[in-house]
Every structure is written in C-alpha cells, then in structure tokens.
C-alpha cells in the first residue's frame, strides 16, 4: 500500500528534499557528505531492472529503515506523461490502482514489503517519461538522499558520516556496486537510444 503525503507537508517535513524550478532557474540540493553511482550486472535490463529493486530494498533493510518517501524535484504530477510502451503502461496503471491520481505531485511514502514493486515500476517512469521530475528517496531521518537515473542505476547521497559508515558497511552484502564515476550509459543496448523513451505529455 502506498501512502500520499501533500507536497507542501513533504516539504514542511522533510526539508533536505532537493526542490527545482526551471522557470525561475531555483535550485535546491542538501549538503551531503558522500555519494555513490551504484549498478549491478544482469543478463538484460529487465533483469537489471527487477534485481536492482529488490538489492535496494535490501540496502534500505540493512540501513534499519522500515519506509522511503518519494518525492519529485518538480510541480509536475506523477502521472503528467502518457506512454504506451509496454512496461510504462503497467507503471502507469500501478499508480493508478493504488490511488494515485493524475493531479497529484506529493509525496508517496512506501514500506519495505512494497518497495520492490514500486521502484520497479518507478524506474521504467524514469527511464522511459522524460517529461517528469526527478524522483528522489529519502529515509524519515533524512539520512540518505537519492534517485534512480534514465540508465537504471542509483545515485545515493549519504548525509553525514555515521550514515556513511553503515552504507560502507552493508554494502557489501548486497550486489549492488559503486561504478567510481559520476557519469552513467546506456549498458544494455549498443546505441545511445533508449526503447521506449518518449517526451509526450497529456
């Protein structure tokens, strides 16, 4: 089950969200200790993509959080693009049935038992609507700080030392690996394309 929170009550509560607003060229990013570019090794990237959720989920375990808040940078709503693609679709459905509607740019706040399935689905949003904000993860503590790329990959932002310390700690447990760069690709397909990437809004 999925819990809304209103976007101004996301905020209130939990400030170190980053915030944009292209038309006002405002930018907001918290103060983080380190950050990390995690991915990991499957067969194909819908593997890539069901195994990335459920080693995060593991790291989120390992970490003692029993929730994430998923909030996006931007007013846009979370169903502001149509797509007809496939996995798209079903994301988009997901939403829906769990009462997201096509208004609403709050926050969702997800338990661990869900988490697999939602960033699942929230991936292929990301990866494939590029008319959509960026959304971030953050823990009720406001210890980490992250979102999840067009190419599938994590970008985690501890913030502060003793977080840092555990995720050093724990994850080694998982499979998830840190690629030491900043900068992601397209590592399942030959060309720079994205299948399924579109840029229509409703």
Same mark, same amino acid.
């Given at each position: 089950? *999925?819990?809304?929170? #209103?976007?101004?009550?996301?905020?209130? #509560?939990?400030?170190?969200f980053?915030?944009?607003?292209?038309y =006002?060229?405002?930018?907001?990013?918290?103060?983080?200790? #380190?950050? +990390? %570019?995690?991915?990991?090794?499957?067969?194909? *990237?819908?593997?890539?993509? #069901? *195994?990335?959720?459920e080693?995060? $989920?593991?790291? &989120?375990?390992?970490?003692?959080?029993?929730?994430?808040?998923?909030?996006?940078?931007?007013?846009?709503?979370?169903?502001?693009?149509?797509n007809? +693609?496939?996995?798209?679709?079903?994301?988009?459905?997901?939403?829906? &049935?769990?009462?997201i509607? =096509? %208004?609403?740019?709050?926050?969702?706040?997800?338990?661990?038992?869900?988490?697999?399935?939602?960033?699942?689905?929230?991936?292929?949003?990301?990866?494939?609507?590029?008319?959509?904000?960026?959304?971030?993860?953050m823990?009720?503590?406001q210890?980490i700080?992250?979102?999840?790329c067009? +190419?599938?990959?994590?970008? *985690?932002? %501890? &913030? @502060?030392?003793?977080?840092?310390k555990?995720?050093?700690?724990?994850?080694?447990?998982?499979?998830?690996?840190? $690629?030491?760069?900043? @900068?992601c690709?397209?590592?399942? +397909?030959?060309?720079?394309?994205?299948?399924? =990437?579109?840029?229509?809004?409703r």
């Amino acid at each position: 089950m *999925l819990f809304k929170i #209103k976007r101004k009550d996301c905020f209130d #509560k939990f400030p170190k969200f980053p915030k944009s607003n292209n038309y =006002r060229e405002e930018f907001f990013f918290p103060k983080c200790y #380190k950050g +990390y %570019t995690l991915t990991l090794d499957a067969l194909s *990237l819908k593997g890539h993509i #069901k *195994l990335l959720s459920e080693e995060l $989920t593991s790291l &989120v375990g390992l970490f003692g959080y029993d929730t994430l808040i998923f909030l996006g940078d931007a007013k846009n709503p979370w169903l502001w693009q149509d797509n007809d +693609y496939k996995p798209v679709k079903e994301a988009l459905h997901y939403l829906k &049935v769990n009462k997201i509607s =096509r %208004t609403f740019n709050g926050g969702i706040k997800v338990g661990k038992a869900e988490l697999p399935t939602f960033l699942k689905h929230l991936t292929w949003l990301v990866r494939c609507n590029s008319a959509l904000p960026d959304f971030y993860f953050m823990d009720e503590g406001q210890n980490i700080v992250g979102n999840i790329c067009k +190419y599938a990959n994590i970008h *985690l932002f %501890t &913030v @502060n030392e003793l977080t840092d310390k555990i995720f050093s700690k724990n994850i080694k447990s998982t499979r998830l690996e840190s $690629t030491g760069a900043d @900068n992601c690709y397209n590592k399942y +397909y030959k060309s720079g394309a994205i299948p399924g =990437r579109q840029t229509i809004i409703r």
